[in-house]
Nanobody
């Protein structure tokens, strides 16, 4: 069974950085696209960034210039490098992949930005 497992969340001060990782149990070349979403309590899950098989990326306006999504096909891992973090970035971050018409989600990792 294909699984996506996130790691790298935690508590960070405003202005700090974190790198999230999403490891797939199978080849990420079979996922297109892959993405990061986030969800705050009581709010809808929102798209943060996507990366296509070609490597092309897209970002939500709220994170442009601060977050970078990337993929390492050899390690079957997708990353989200987050910099200049703000309190409003606090959320549970989820990894997502679409594989042969089926949605796959990770379990989520908490990111808290607070002084």
């Amino acid at each position: 069974q294909v699984q996506l497992v996130e790691s790298g969340g935690g508590l960070v001060q405003p202005g700090g950085s974190l790198r999230l990782s999403c490891a797939a149990s199978g080849s990420i070349l079979s996922f297109y696209p892959m993405a990061w979403y986030r969800q705050e309590p009581g709010k809808q899950r929102e798209l943060v960034a996507t990366i296509a098989l070609s490597g092309s990326t897209n970002y939500a306006d709220s994170v442009k210039g601060r977050f970078t999504i990337s993929r390492d096909n050899a390690k079957n891992t997708v990353y989200l490098q987050m910099s200049s973090l703000k309190p409003e970035d606090t959320a549970v971050y989820f990894c997502y992949g679409l594989r042969f018409g089926v949605d796959y989600w990770g379990q989520g990792t908490q990111v808290t930005v607070s002084s």
